[in-house]
């Protein structure tokens, strides 16, 4: 009797040890559309044996997800940089980076170092980048070759032809190409709404030379492609679809940097496979691989060299787009402060309300 209950005994340790390294062989992802695409989790499970179990989300979900379970329930998570720092303030819902476990010589320098500082709370880093897109200027060059910088859509050779959205990345925009930094004042906002008085009062000496405010994207795309609009404050995805049809169209970086988003890679605070987690991020970063995830998503990611990786006409369109020194120059977006959406708001309110003449 006593030697079958030993047996049973060590058959049940087996069993919880097995089960428990069976469940360590799963990720939970809590991803957006595309940045997991099914042929990347079949390399990375023939690689490591790790399975990736992918929940498609978006940023005001993911916080809901980690908020409701304090933290549990996903291994690893990928919110934008922008919603990470608030995020941990308040609910204390991610756990911090181990970077030794990240290969930092796969990363674009830039981009690393500026995730790590606008993820950073209290001292430690809380996200690495992985997908990111900007916006900047979409142009016909052929007709709008002196637009260089935003404020440049305000010239007279695209009077009429010009469009943007009434939003606050032109107000960012704006603020940069007028020698004006913005983000050095989201801590000031006495400084911020100052600013924001001189980006109104050139956005509305502007007006005349704007065809529309842009809500859409599909419709802008259109006003571009009719010729009706030359020169537009946009996103790069957007210039390259246009690219495809119209070798004179494309998108440029402006002088004063391109504004960029980052879509990153955080550990929630109760993962169970943070160890399957740097793995996966060490994985997808290879400039094959994040190649793969360029084409599902469309977007690029932050993995050094992937461009040469890419289709080949999506290669040459970053390429063009993007040299070196533009690439570094993107300005990246970092958490709102409480209380500047409402100077913005107001901003906008007051262009859109005042007179074209």
């Given at each position: 009797m006593t030697t079958t209950k030993a047996i049973l005994g060590l058959t049940a340790i087996a069993g919880v040890a097995f089960a428990g390294q069976a469940q360590a062989e799963e990720l939970r992802l809590l991803t957006w559309g595309g940045y997991?695409?099914?042929?990347?989790?079949?390399?990375?499970?023939?690689?490591?044996?790790?399975?990736?179990?992918?929940?498609?989300?978006?940023?005001?979900?993911?916080?809901?997800?980690?908020r409701a379970t304090g933290g549990g329930g996903f291994d690893l998570a990928q919110p934008s940089q922008d919603r990470i720092s608030a995020a941990q303030a308040e609910h204390r819902i991610y756990k911090s980076m181990d970077l030794s476990q990240i290969d930092g010589s796969q990363f674009i320098g830039s981009m690393l170092e500026a995730t790590k500082g606008n993820t950073t709370y209290k001292g430690d880093v809380y996200g690495v980048p992985h997908v990111w897109g900007t916006s900047g200027l979409v142009l016909n060059t052929a007709t709008a070759s002196s637009v260089k910088d935003y404020t440049d859509l305000c010239n007279d050779a695209v009077a009429g032809k010009v469009s943007y959205r009434l939003k606050r990345p032109t107000l960012i925009g704006f603020a940069f190409s007028m020698g004006l930094d913005p983000f050095a004042a989201y801590g000031d906002k006495a400084k911020y709404k100052e600013i924001m008085g001189k980006v109104e009062e050139k956005l509305i000496s502007c007006k005349p030379n704007v065809k529309t405010y842009w809500e859409g994207g599909?419709?802008?795309l259109n006003l571009v492609r009719s010729g009706e609009v030359v020169a537009a404050m946009a996103w790069d995805t957007g210039g390259w679809k246009l690219n495809n049809d119209n070798a004179d169209v494309t998108f440029v970086a402006p002088k004063s940097g391109a504004l960029g988003w980052i879509d990153t890679f955080a550990l929630p605070k109760k993962t169970k496979n943070e160890a399957g987690a740097y793995k996966w991020i060490n994985f997808v970063m290879r400039?094959?691989?994040?190649?793969?995830?360029?084409?599902?998503?469309g977007n690029f990611t932050a993995s050094k060299g992937a461009d040469k990786f890419?289709?080949?006409?999506?290669?040459?369109?970053?390429?063009?787009?993007?040299?070196?020194?533009?690439?570094?120059?993107?300005k990246w977006y970092p958490t709102v402060p409480?209380?500047?959406?409402?100077?913005?708001?107001?901003?906008?309110?007051?262009?859109k309300a005042a007179s074209s003449n």
């Open positions: 997991a695409p099914d042929s990347v989790i079949e390399q990375f499970k023939a690689e490591t044996g790790i399975d990736v179990k992918v929940t498609k989300s978006n940023n005001e979900d993911m916080i809901s997800k980690l599909d419709a802008l400039p094959e691989i994040a190649a793969q995830i360029t084409a599902a998503a890419a289709e080949g006409k999506l290669k040459a369109q970053f390429q063009d787009s993007f040299p070196q020194a533009d690439l570094d120059n993107i409480p209380g500047l959406e409402t100077i913005e708001g107001k901003v906008l309110d007051r262009v």
